[in-house]
């Protein structure tokens, strides 16, 4: 009889193994497809949106209206993560990974194909906006569903940290790729081109992704978590409804600990391919490895802070990331406004290495302030609420404080206000990293 346990045993641990690399694996790939879209999307509006899908009258403005459907996706985010958490509370984690992956491939792909300002008028960007939107809502759906799925793998909480960091790594891996696809098309065609057609490949190119995203995700199992709760709730639950009425301090603490980090995140990276052409009157392509640089610092220490976060806790390295994006928020723009290509890379890079704290721990911290029964729909809301106060209005207040001012300062100023909040609302709640998610909530 010994013999035979030991031999189960030896059994069974190698596809409790296989089944955490098959879902984290599902997790990261499906997100990578989600945000490379949206990283597309953002290039695409900084550098070639204002000529083709807005109006040429007054450059501000155009830049402006393209920023703002950017933007749009963050308000859309919310709403998608109150449905699909809903439904993934209600029905299942994995039915929320293959839905949302669709409908973000789908939209990104028709963006590929849409007719432009020129040739149909204004139709060109309603429907802009229209497929912002739905991309929009399948991003504000997909975290939640990835995040939840590896951490509840994991529920006695020994590697929740770094298992969550596999999921953020998908956004630095996307900006990286989808800013690569963007340079290597710029130097591979004349900007007549890429005015008339190369834009287009890189949201053709997201076929690719859908396919390969859909086939791994097609054979990962359903929350062994949410399996046990099915089984054990007979009741008729309202996940939203619960969330709104008993996990107010969880949604308040969860949204300032997630607002500074999509703004550090643009301002950071992204309005760097607005400021420095248009600003400091600088190659586009310096703005563009900065970003580069910024990804690759992100790539780099996204794990490390989720291996932080499991040894000292969340708490701690979300402090580090907040208090430290405050101060660098001020040296980050002495550095840029040195026009000096190497301090613009540098400043990218170091700024990228705080956001990494400050996201990291975002997908573990997250969910662990909400119960089994309602945590898709919990962190889903918290982490895509504060987006649209972070990166939805991040670009457009960033550019029209420079418009104002004509300085660098306030935008500083705005960037290490929100910094501050992360580390407060980190102060404000308890530590979680300890904690099995059958208690949490």
Request: hydrophobic letters at 50%; proline letters at 4%; charged letters at 15%.
């Given at each position: 009889m010994q013999a035979v346990s030991t031999g189960a045993a030896a059994v069974k641990a190698p596809a409790k193994k296989q089944s955490v690399a098959r879902v984290a694996g599902a997790s990261l790939a499906g997100t990578t497809l989600e945000f490379y879209d949206h990283f597309i999307y953002?290039?695409?509006?900084?550098?070639?949106?204002?000529?083709?899908?807005?109006?040429q009258?007054?450059?501000?403005?155009?830049?402006?209206?393209?920023?703002?459907?950017?933007?749009?996706?963050?308000?859309?985010r919310p709403l998608g993560g109150a449905v699909f958490g809903h439904f993934g509370d209600k029905i299942g984690r994995k039915w929320v990974l293959i839905v949302t992956l669709l409908m973000m491939g789908v939209a990104t792909f028709c963006i590929g194909l849409l007719p432009t300002y020129a040739s149909v008028g204004v139709l060109a960007p309603l429907l802009l906006v229209l497929l912002r939107?739905?991309?929009?809502?399948?991003?504000?759906?997909?975290?939640?569903?990835?995040?939840?799925?590896?951490?509840?793998?994991d529920p006695e909480g020994k590697r929740r940290g770094f298992l969550g960091s596999l999921v953020q790594l998908a956004a630095p891996i996307c900006l990286l790729l989808a800013n690569a696809v963007f340079a290597l098309i710029t130097w591979l065609v004349s900007e007549e081109a890429f005015l008339s057609w190369g834009w287009r490949v890189p949201f053709l190119l997201s076929a690719i992704l859908v396919g390969v995203g859909m086939y791994i995700r097609a054979s990962v199992h359903e929350s062994g978590m949410f399996e046990k709760l099915e089984?054990?709730?007979?009741?008729?639950?309202?996940?939203?409804?619960?969330?709104?009425?008993?996990?107010?301090?969880q949604l308040l603490i969860a949204f300032g600990a997630r607002l500074g980090g999509d703004i550090a995140f643009?301002?950071?990276?992204?309005?760097?391919?607005?400021?420095?052409?248009?600003?400091?009157?600088?190659p586009r392509s310096i703005a563009l490895n900065a970003v580069l640089m910024g990804a690759v610092a992100q790539i780099l220490f996204i794990p490390v802070a989720g291996l932080l976060a499991d040894r000292i806790g969340r708490r701690p390295v979300l402090m580090l990331g907040g208090f430290g994006g405050a101060v660098w928020a001020f040296i980050f723009f002495l550095m840029v406004n040195t026009s000096n290509p190497a301090l613009i890379m540098l400043s990218s890079f170091v700024g990228m290495v705080l956001v990494s704290f400050m996201f990291s721990p975002l997908a573990s911290f997250l969910p662990e302030l909400f119960a089994?029964?309602?945590?898709?729909?919990?962190?889903?809301?918290?982490?895509?609420?504060?987006?649209?106060?972070?990166?939805?209005?991040a670009p457009l207040i960033a550019v029209s404080l420079i418009d104002r001012f004509g300085s660098t300062t306030p935008v500083a100023i705005y960037l290490a206000v929100v910094c501050i909040l992360i580390a407060l609302s980190a102060m404000a709640a308890r530590e979680t990293a300890r904690m099995?998610?059958?208690?949490?909530?």
């Open positions: 953002g290039s695409a509006a900084a550098l070639v949106f204002p000529k083709l899908f807005f109006p009258t007054d450059p501000l403005i155009a830049t402006l209206l393209s920023l703002a459907s950017y933007g749009v996706a963050f308000v859309a939107i739905v991309q929009g809502l399948a991003l504000g759906g997909e975290w939640g569903g990835a995040a939840i799925m590896v951490n509840e793998l089984e054990t709730s007979g009741e008729s639950r309202a996940p939203i409804k619960e969330v709104l009425s008993n996990y107010k301090k643009y301002v950071f990276t992204l309005f760097l391919l607005y400021y420095v052409p248009t600003k400091l009157g600088l089994t029964r309602v945590r898709v729909t919990g962190a889903s809301l918290g982490f895509q609420f504060a987006g649209v106060f972070g990166g939805a209005l099995n998610l059958s208690d949490a909530g």
